[in-house]
């Protein structure tokens, strides 16, 4: 299910003295089932553009099209569209308003018209797809921990079965045993469901570890969109726009400029375990 973004811009306050260009000129194309990380400086642009995936911020110029269909026809359903994009905020207590767990997630379900047994089904589904304990159901929302939190708005969006999940530094201010255990939960939804997955982050090392394309943002523009790999390899040219590589990237070059041949496009601790691995056997030969 594809979303094209075709010459997409977008003015803050136009025509006022505080106007200023928040996107400008955007082409993109997010094709189904792809795992997407969108990374950029404070103000780069990220929020302002995945807020215009499924309309809920119209832009000043260009276009959006959701599987062929232009989102701002006068007849296009915004509310169904709502549905297929999910979107989870940044910070959950935005999204987390009900009295009990259950009844936050249930709350999408309910508003599609649902039988009340396809409701529960839905939800009971979501939550256990993000980890919910079944002692937690009937706890309420704002008694949770941050990562519970977090996986609860999760699960309200999933429950709505969306094709296009669209994370907002989802794991901002957590540990990192519970970055890592939300992220983990993600990748599982995305290789089980096959959706399309669009992570927000400023963390190099989770876009490095999860994504398979990365769109970078600068000042309301698209600086690279390639894999990981062929993105960080402009590490310098990153660092110029307030970003950085993964650290190993930085180890695996500081390698090779101290003599020891090992690749230098490798983006996690896996792969630069396996890339030290094969230089050390070449040593060996």
């Known amino acids: 299910m594809s979303i094209i973004l075709d010459k997409l811009n977008y003015v803050y306050s136009p025509g006022t003295a505080y106007e200023k260009q928040a996107l400008g000129d955007i082409d993109l194309v997010i094709g189904d089932g792809e795992f997407i990380g969108l990374i950029g400086h404070t103000g780069s642009g990220k929020s302002t553009l995945i807020q215009h995936l499924n309309g809920l911020v119209k832009a000043t110029g260009g276009g959006v099209?959701?599987?062929?269909?232009?989102?701002?026809?006068?007849?296009?359903?915004?509310?169904?569209?709502?549905?297929?994009?999910?979107?989870?905020?940044?910070?959950?207590?935005?999204?987390?308003?009900?009295?009990?767990?259950?009844?936050?997630?249930?709350?999408?379900?309910?508003?599609?018209?649902?039988?009340?047994?396809?409701?529960?089904?839905?939800?009971?589904?979501?939550?256990?797809?993000?980890?919910?304990?079944?002692?937690?159901?009937?706890?309420?929302?704002?008694?949770?921990?941050?990562?519970?939190?977090?996986?609860?708005?999760?699960?309200?969006?999933?429950?709505?079965?969306?094709?296009?999940?669209?994370?907002?530094?989802?794991?901002?201010?957590l540990d990192p045993k519970g970055r890592d255990e939300i992220l983990d939960q993600i990748e599982k939804i995305h290789d089980e469901q096959h959706i399309t997955v669009i992570l927000v982050s400023h963390s190099m090392e989770d876009v490095a570890k999860y994504v398979g394309r990365i769109i970078v943002m600068n000042h309301g523009r698209v600086a690279f969109d390639d894999t990981p790999e062929n993105v960080f390899a402009h590490y310098k040219e990153l660092e110029k726009i307030g970003l950085a590589a993964p650290q190993v990237t930085y180890a695996m070059h500081a390698l090779q400029e101290h003599g020891i041949s090992v690749r230098t496009d490798v983006t996690t601790v896996e792969e630069a375990k396996n890339a030290v691995l094969a230089a050390f056997r070449g040593w060996q030969r």
Not at 94 to 105: A, S
Not at 139 to 156: D, N
């Open 65 to 173: 099209y959701y599987n062929g269909a232009d989102i701002y026809d006068p007849d296009y359903n915004l509310k169904e569209l709502r549905t297929k994009v999910g979107l989870v905020f940044q910070y959950p207590e935005h999204q987390l308003f009900e009295t009990t767990v259950l009844r936050d997630v249930q709350f999408g379900p309910k508003n599609l018209g649902l039988t009340p047994l396809e409701i529960d089904l839905r939800a009971y589904e979501a939550l256990k797809q993000v980890g919910i304990p079944d002692e937690l159901i009937d706890a309420s929302p704002f008694e949770l921990s941050g990562g519970q939190k977090r996986r609860v708005a999760i699960a309200g969006v999933l429950a709505m079965k969306p094709e296009v999940l669209v994370l907002d530094e989802p794991t901002a201010g």
